[in-house]
């Protein structure tokens, strides 16, 4: 049987020492701040909202929300980034997708400033990535790093693959397995025959958002499984991408959906904002 890779519990941890570095920044003066800006009425979105308000509060950020009607222009919205973008208070901006229809995702994103882009969303910081400087790591991608490193098995010359290659999840996390060394395989939804690759992966990382898609006998047996996946099934259960009964036994390592990526991509976020703070402080000479 796999070991259960929790990531309700690494995030536990990483918050308790991100909440002691805020604390020190605080006594210089300096309260992280976040802007939370949330447009319609989507209901997964609220939780991710609330998710994110939450653990502002739990590592004691200072935090804005704002709750924008689904009729509000592109216009109106670009006019807030750019008042955030000036604000003292704020060190990152995020903007929760999805935006309702009629709304420019992309050029609202290429608006943050991109020291405040703490889900290194803005092509300037997908650009740093693939030349290989990290200032922000993309959220979810540095949370599934971070539970691969719990298992103390190194990423170097390993086969991995991803499959899924979206801009905030597949891509990015490609770029980061491939920062350390790992032999890095994409798969997508033109990939034909995906158990072919899967099989061979050492770490596999499932981001297709297909329930199941991941079956047990398509798995390297002792490998590692990280599940980034959030679907609900036919009953409205969460599910991951990964069929985890088939999964658990064969695998070595294994994410669970929920309490695994979910977490740690909140807890990647409020890193990226701390970093932000403590970056605004130094360029203030604090
Ligand atoms: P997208 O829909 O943007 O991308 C999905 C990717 O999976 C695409 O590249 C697609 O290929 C590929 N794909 C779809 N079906 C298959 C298939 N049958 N075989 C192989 N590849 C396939 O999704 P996201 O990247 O935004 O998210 C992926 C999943 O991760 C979702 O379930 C989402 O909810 C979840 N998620 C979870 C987060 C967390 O914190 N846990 C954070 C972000 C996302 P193609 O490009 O060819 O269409």
Same mark, same amino acid.
């Given at each position: 049987m796999a070991e259960i890779i929790s990531g309700t519990a690494?995030?536990?941890?990483?918050?308790?020492?991100?909440?002691? !570095?805020?604390?020190?920044?605080?006594?210089?003066?300096?309260v992280p701040g976040l802007a939370v800006v949330?447009?319609? !009425?989507?209901?997964?979105?609220?939780?991710?909202?609330r998710n994110k308000t939450k653990a502002c509060e739990e590592i004691g950020f200072y935090h804005e929300?704002?709750?924008?009607?689904?009729?509000?222009? !592109? %216009?109106?919205i670009?006019?807030?980034?750019?008042?955030?973008?000036h604000s003292d208070k704020i060190h990152g901006i995020l903007i929760q997708a999805p935006l309702p229809k009629g709304l420019d995702f992309k050029n609202i994103i290429n608006h943050i400033s991109p020291e405040k882009d703490v889900d290194a969303f803005h092509p300037v910081?997908?650009?740093?990535? @693939?030349?290989?400087?990290?200032?922000?790591?993309?959220?979810?991608?540095?949370?599934?790093?971070?539970?691969? %490193?719990t298992t103390g098995i190194s990423?170097?010359?390993?086969?991995?693959?991803?499959?899924?290659?979206?801009?905030?999840?597949g891509k990015p996390q490609a770029m980061?397995?491939?920062?350390?060394?790992? @032999?890095? @395989?994409?798969? %997508?939804?033109?990939?034909?025959?995906?158990?072919?690759? @899967?099989?061979?992966a050492d770490i596999l990382v499932a981001a297709a958002g297909k329930a199941g898609l991941i079956r047990g006998d398509m798995i390297k047996p002792g490998s590692i499984v990280i599940d980034v996946g959030m679907n609900r099934n036919e009953e409205g259960k969460l599910v991951g991408d990964v069929d985890f009964a088939s999964a658990e036994p064969?695998?070595?390592?294994?994410?669970?959906?929920?309490?695994g990526v979910g977490p740690m991509t909140i807890t990647m976020l409020m890193k990226n904002t701390l970093r932000s703070a403590r970056n605004h402080g130094k360029n203030k000479n604090l």
């Open positions: 690494l995030s536990a941890t990483i918050r308790s020492e991100l909440k002691c !570095e805020t604390d020190k920044l605080k006594a210089q003066g300096i949330l447009v319609g !009425e989507d209901p997964a979105s609220k939780v991710y909202v929300q704002y709750n924008l009607p689904a009729t509000i222009t !592109e %216009h109106e670009l006019d807030l980034v750019d008042t955030l973008n910081n997908v650009g740093k990535i @693939t030349i290989g400087d990290f200032d922000f790591l993309p959220c979810t991608p540095a949370g599934v790093m971070e539970l691969i %490193h990423v170097e010359g390993k086969n991995c693959v991803v499959v899924g290659r979206s801009n905030i999840v980061l397995l491939l920062k350390e060394n790992g @032999t890095v @395989t994409i798969c %997508h939804s033109k990939t034909p025959d995906l158990a072919q690759f @899967t099989k061979n064969v695998a070595g390592f294994i994410t669970p959906v929920p309490g």
